[in-house]
């Protein structure tokens, strides 16, 4: 089994890494392009790309090679070999299934320890290719804009000395309102030896300056702006363009989870639980201490207030007291009437603003518990995804192993569609897990672990129907059961024997022959007109004559098979084969029968169903009247 599988599996896992490799490579084809980054920057970025992308090539290879491998055998009845040699399934499958936990526990291994570095490493490459500045390209007859503060127009370049010529340059480095325009017959352009600046070499040219700048507080109020015309035959300056590739600084990327293992992902979930409960706790002592729930021990006096309001208001303190009670029912309505409207407009205004002021802090502090709560949920569905990856592997084998050995095709065909097809709904609802616990919806491990969840039913079913040789994905069952379904009958084949034992008895089959012919004509005497639909379902779908017709068919077939006369072996080839015809295939009492009758739903599209098949079946009735009429005419 290992020489089978490993061969298979490490070219399976090659094609799967470099096709995930190249949809890398699409995806950020934008922001390498263009760049002029050197070969081994490109091979480090792809070296750590590789690597990176190994738990998603790992599960559809070990589910290819599987598939592949089971086909195989199945397809060279290899597996029907073992398996009649007492072999069962689970134990052709133990070495593999070893292995396959072997490989399961060095992906987790991977995934904790490797792939922190890996990431780290990746996307400090990627974000320093994406600060890059271009490569320095300046195309004919176009502005080019990569230069920040310049626009440069070169009319044609000489490809031989690599001069430019027609130049107009744009330069707004100062502001638009300070903008410098220099024109010149020709130039070059060239690269200081740190990349850190740009040298421009001008022949022949003049130059315009703006001079609102230096003259803004000389001149303030007029209305005319002086300018600076320069003719000159050589002039250089000096352009800041930073060249050179530098990778971002790693340290900040090893503190996000990307960066982390399983060790340093549960002490981060951990501090952050603790300083989220903290700061909700905060929050709803807040939210308390801010309510309308007060308790007012001393009050002053407001000369503005009726004496109505002071009565009733040292009567209900009076009452509390006298009842001790630690808080006073306040009838806020009564309270408020008895101001005056200038209090009234001052209260009213005072709650907006409290509560204006309520809504925008509370509103800060949501969005701060909000992002705080994404990063640990970030955190907790990488912790969890140091499993889902061997997990995934074995599932993806305890699928693949059955379904090579259901299927039984080997090679690249079959097995890659089906890969590529349950990948892909493996790949969906992964992803759907991973962004509904990403964003909260659901639990960290409900989301992560939504499509092991899925494909454990999927490997359990399939493991079990190919132990007990199922052939649940046959084709040839499906296509079966359909002709025997729409009543479509198969095609007869008599071969002539090469050694005949006992000849038949042509006028005892004549007999046969006779009373077949009149059974038929009887048959489709009774059966011209459509059964009731309560009838039929009052006998059950049952038609006994049908059956009596198909056994004499095949007792004459049988004896005439005998026969060395090729026209006679030739003409029983026209007997139809009867068999799928009976309305239904289950016995049902008249009771039964009555009862899914009155239940509408169920008993129309069967009884339509059975009048369809009754018409094939009459046809096939007068087929074999007429090819035991023809028999007999050879017979004399």
């Known amino acids: 089994m290992f020489q089978t599988f490993l061969p298979l599996f490490i070219m399976t896992f090659g094609i799967c890494l470099f096709i995930v490799l190249m949809q890398f490579i699409w995806r950020f084809i934008d922001d390498l392009v263009g760049k002029g980054l050197e070969m081994t920057v490109l091979a480090e970025m792809f070296l750590y790309a590789a690597l990176s992308l190994i738990p998603m090539a790992l599960p559809l290879a070990i589910l290819l090679a599987s598939l592949m491998t089971f086909g195989n055998l199945g397809e060279q009845l290899e597996l029907l070999a073992m398996k009649s040699a007492g072999v069962s399934l689970i134990r052709i499958m133990k070495p593999l299934i070893i292995l396959m936990v072997f490989v399961s526990v060095g992906a987790f291994f991977f995934q904790n320890n490797a792939m922190p570095v890996v990431q780290v490493k990746l996307y ?115 352009i800041e363009f930073d060249a050179n590739f530098t990778p971002t600084d790693e340290g900040f990327l090893q503190n996000q989870y990307i960066g982390k293992n399983l060790t340093d992902l549960q002490t981060s979930i951990d501090s952050m639980t603790v300083r989220l409960d903290s700061m909700k706790t905060v929050n709803s002592k807040g939210i308390y201490d801010n309510s309308y729930k007060r308790n007012f021990v001393n009050r002053d006096h407001n000369p503005d207030e009726t004496p109505e309001a002071v009565d009733r208001f040292q009567e209900i303190l009076k009452t509390a007291k006298a009842e001790k009670k630690e808080t006073i029912n306040l009838h806020f309505e009564e309270i408020y009437n008895a101001k005056t409207p200038a209090d009234k407009a001052t209260l009213l205004n005072r709650a907006k603003n409290s509560a204006e002021n309520v809504r925008q802090d509370y509103y800060i502090r949501a969005t701060t518990i909000g992002g705080e709560a994404a990063k640990m949920r970030r955190h907790q569905t990488e912790w969890h995804k140091k499993f889902t990856i061997s997990a995934a592997c074995l599932l993806f084998f305890f699928i693949g192993a059955p379904l090579g050995a259901i299927i039984r095709k080997g090679g690249l065909g ?53 132990v007990n040789d199922s052939v649940i994905l046959n084709a040839d069952t499906y296509i079966n059961a359909l002709k025997n379904l729409i009543g479509k009958r198969s095609n007869r084949k ?74 006679i072996l030739n003409k029983l080839m026209d007997y139809p084969i009867m068999s799928g015809y009976n309305q239904l295939n289950i016995r049902i009492t008249p009771k039964i029968g009555m009862a899914i009758a009155i239940f509408f739903p169920v008993g129309l599209p069967i009884y339509l169903l059975a009048i369809y098949k009754r018409k094939l079946l009459l046809h096939d009735v007068k087929v074999v009247q007429r090819t035991s009429q023809e028999l007999l005419d050879m017979f004399k």
């Open 124 to 238: 400090s490459l990627l974000y320093g290719i994406r600060q890059k500045s271009p490569e320095l390209d300046i195309p004919e007859g176009s502005f080019y804009g990569e230069i920040t503060g310049y626009n440069v127009y070169v009319k044609s370049k000489d490809k031989n000395t690599g001069s430019l010529k027609d130049m107009m340059i744009y330069d707004y480095s100062n502001g638009f309102n300070n903008a410098r325009v220099i024109l010149a017959d020709s130039g070059r352009l060239k690269t200081s030896e740190d990349k850190l600046f740009l040298v421009l070499t001008l022949f022949n040219g003049e130059s315009f300056e703006n001079l609102n700048k230096e003259t803004s507080s000389a001149r303030r109020g007029q209305t005319a702006v002086p300018y600076r015309r320069e003719t000159f035959g050589t002039k250089e300056f000096l």
């Open 414 to 466: 079959v097995p890659v569609i089906i890969s590529v097809l349950l990948f892909i709904f493996y790949y969906i609802i992964d992803n759907m897990g991973y962004k509904m616990a990403r964003d909260g919806v659901w639990a960290s491990w409900e989301g992560m672990w939504l499509s092991a969840a899925v494909l454990t039913p999927m490997g359990v079913f399939l493991t079990y129907k190919a």
């Open 494 to 567: 008599v071969e002539m024997k090469d050694v005949i034992i006992f000849a038949p008895d042509y006028e005892a089959v004549a007999a046969k022959l006779h009373l077949l012919f009149d059974q038929t004509q009887n048959y489709i005497t009774k059966h011209t007109r459509w059964i009731n639909y309560f009838t039929f379902w009052k006998q059950g779908g049952k038609d006994d004559s049908v059956n009596v017709l198909s056994d004499q068919v095949e007792e004459i077939v049988e004896e005439l098979a005998n026969s060395d006369q090729i026209l």
